[in-house]
């Protein structure tokens, strides 16, 4: 079989980081309440996109602020 070899994509950057963080403050507004929801919003995604792994590697703070305390299921 011939044909394009698939390649790991590129490793995220600090400027990723920065890049995204920026996005995340022009959706959310300069109101700080919003800005929580937005991230409560992507964590809560993200450990879903991974089976609810990732909230055993938050810190129980960002857990409870998140919503992610609650039981899985």
């Known amino acids: 079989m011939t044909g394009a070899v ?3 994509p590129p490793a995220p950057t600090d400027g990723d ?3 995204l963080a920026a996005q995340l403050r022009e959706l959310a507004g300069v109101d700080p309440a ?3 929801q937005v991230v409560a919003e992507v964590l809560g995604a993200l450990d879903r ?3 609810g792994a990732l909230r055993d590697q938050l810190p129980a703070a960002i857990r ?3 919503g992610l305390d609650t039981a899985r299921g």
């Open 6 to 8: 698939p390649t790991d």
């Open 17 to 19: 980081a920065a890049a």
């Open 34 to 36: 919003e800005i929580r």
């Open 49 to 51: 996109a991974a089976g």
């Open 64 to 66: 409870a602020d998140a």
